[in-house]
């Protein structure tokens, strides 16, 4: 069945970097744009970035901009977001997600169990 | 970027009775092709969020039928028809027709 399971969240200090996978399974990951939320401790839900099929076009939350780079390797079907320049605000749960195809939009239909990223000195 | 607005923020419920949600956004959320680019999730405790609707009122697989979805453009309403104990949650909607993608702030249901 369709599976998505995140991986290297942690602690760490501010202004440090992290790189969290998410190895997706039971689909054709490259016909799906994939997309990073998360979840600030007792929050609501917060987009962090896409990536389409292909991997050549990104986009990101305003806030997070210049500081992560999202990229997948449709080859091992797996995403990846790198968070540099981390700090306290960054820390929560992160999700990826199961997004649109190019011709058709799906909502984020399957999300992955989180890994958590906690960023304090 | 779009802002989406959900009430009440809390809705406590009795089972049997029914329960609504409001979403509104900041701008039309209504696409030339026709469907509104809104989605609704909800977060049951201790797990990932998951998709009941998209595009305005598609049901995602497994939604049970006593969940429906009116509205249009800008104005949204998550109905139960029949509160039931596993509905507990967070509702969360969530716009999809710009980047970034933006979510309301949440409706947490629970039980009387």
């Known amino acids: 069945q369709v599976q998505l399971v995140e991986s290297g969240g942690g602690l760490v200090k501010p202004g440090e970097s992290l790189r969290l996978s998410c190895a997706a399974s039971?689909?054709?990951?490259?016909?799906?744009?994939m997309s990073w939320i998360r979840q600030a401790p007792g929050k609501g839900l917060e987009w962090v970035s896409y990536i389409d099929g292909s991997g050549t076009a990104t986009f990101y939350a305003d806030s997070v901009k210049g500081r992560f780079t999202i990229s997948r390797d449709n080859a091992k079907n797996s995403l990846s977001l790198q968070m540099d320049s981390l700090r306290a605000d960054d820390t929560g749960i992160y999700y990826c997600a199961k997004d649109r195809q190019p011709s058709s939009y799906l909502g984020l239909h399957v999300w992955g169990q989180g890994t958590t990223v906690t960023v304090s000195s | 970027d779009i802002v989406m607005t959900q009430s009440p923020l809390s809705l406590p419920v009795t089972p049997g009775e029914p329960a609504s949600i409001s979403c509104r956004s900041s701008?039309?959320?209504?696409?030339?092709?026709?469907?509104?680019?809104l989605d609704w999730y909800v977060q049951k405790p201790g797990q990932s969020p998951q998709l009941l609707f998209y595009?305005?009122?598609k049901r995602a697989s497994g939604v049970p039928d006593r969940f429906s979805i009116s509205g249009s453009g800008t104005d949204f309403t998550l109905k139960i028809t029949r509160v039931e104990t596993e509905d507990v949650g967070i509702y969360y909607c969530?716009?999809?027709?710009?980047?970034?993608?933006?979510f309301g702030g949440g409706t947490k249901v629970d039980i009387k």
């Open positions: 701008q039309s959320l209504l696409h030339s092709n026709g469907f509104n680019y």
């Open positions: 969530m716009q999809g027709l710009q980047t970034p993608r933006t």
């Open positions: 039971g689909f054709t990951f490259s016909d799906h744009y």
């Open positions: 595009l305005g009122s």
